[in-house]
Nanobody
Framework: QVQLVESGGGLVQAGGSLRLSCAAS????????MGWFRQAPGKEREFVAV???????AYADSVKGRFTISRDNTKNTAYLQINSLKPEDTALYYC?????????????????WGQGTQVTVSS
């Protein structure tokens, strides 16, 4: 099992930026798909971005062009750069580890989750 710890959330004004980090430990990192998801109050958890073991990425339509997912396998860390933040981006952001050697955007296919980091965007 892997342990995931997110950091980097905070309170920012609309139009601002944040960089979220997800540090992994306890399992080989480089061959696993890593994803970012978010959950706003009263809403279901939703897919945000995913990166596979060779760096291929995919994004939710709502964040394309504003969010960038990346990973550093030497540091066992995944990142989510968030730019041009909007109030509707306010949510608890989760890092998750998915299956090895396969890319997926489905919440149910991720078996390890962090505790989340809060992103709040003021208008």
């Amino acid at each position: 099992q892997v342990q995931l710890v997110e950091s980097g959330g905070g309170l920012v004004q609309a139009g601002g930026s944040l960089r979220l980090s997800c540090a992994a430990s306890g399992r080989t990192f480089s061959t696993y798909t890593m994803g970012w998801f978010r959950q706003a109050p009263g809403k279901e958890r939703e897919f945000v971005a995913v990166i596979n073991w060779i760096g291929h990425t995919a994004y939710a339509d709502s964040v394309k062009g504003r969010f960038t997912i990346s990973r550093d396998n030497t540091k066992n860390t995944a990142y989510l750069q968030i730019n041009s933040l909007k109030p509707e981006d306010t949510a608890l952001y989760y890092c998750a580890q998915g299956p090895p050697l396969r890319m997926t955007t489905e919440v149910s296919e991720y078996d390890s989750w962090g505790q989340g980091t809060q992103v709040t965007v003021s208008s």
